[in-house]
């Protein structure tokens, strides 16, 4: 498994990447059709590609040799800003807990050098992922409703980079 920077020819297999892993982790809680929602309009090829154009980002793939495991994207929350905001993170729910979204997350933290804060948003009743960024030593912030697609409530975590 190796962490590669995204590219164009890589768009189609991770959105079909980030559908698999929305439905195997969302349906339960928003319904298929919610999800499959969500995704055409997060997911789609154009949303990508802007994903992958944008200055101040990074937007990373996990890479078997034969296919994609991952994905992971990043941007500074804005001009000479020291926080960089995770906004999605994904591993197949079939290769989930072997390491890969660790390999992720480590490289997305290295890759803004002047950040001094990582930032997240994550589905409250997400436990699973809620664990996760909690072992990489991300903490709590705040809880807030987020109504714009689903009737859900977000966790905002933060993790210095830093080292304070």
């Not at 999800?35 to 997911?43: E, M």
């Not at 990582?118 to 960024?133: D, H, S």
Request: hydrophobic share 45%.
């Amino acid at each position: 498994m190796y962490i590669r920077t995204a590219c164009e020819r890589d768009l189609a297999e991770i959105g079909a990447l980030l559908a698999e892993t929305w439905h195997a982790t969302y349906d339960e809680l928003y319904g298929a059709a919610g999800v499959a929602a969500i995704s055409r309009r997060w997911h789609s090829l154009e949303w990508l590609k802007q994903m992958l154009r944008r200055p101040g980002s990074e937007f990373i793939v996990a890479d078997s040799g034969s296919g994609l495991a991952g994905m992971a994207y990043a941007a500074v929350a804005g001009a000479g800003s020291s926080v960089v905001e995770l906004q999605e993170m994904n591993v197949l729910p079939s290769l989930q807990g072997r390491g890969i979204g660790g390999l992720l997350l480590e490289e997305m933290q290295s890759s803004f050098s002047d950040a001094s804060v990582m930032r997240l948003e994550v589905e409250e009743r997400n436990r699973r992922a809620v664990a996760f960024y909690e072992s990489y030593g991300f903490v709590r912030l705040s809880r807030k409703k987020a109504t714009q697609w689903v009737d859900a409530t977000v966790i905002t975590m933060e993790k210095r980079l830093d080292g304070q």
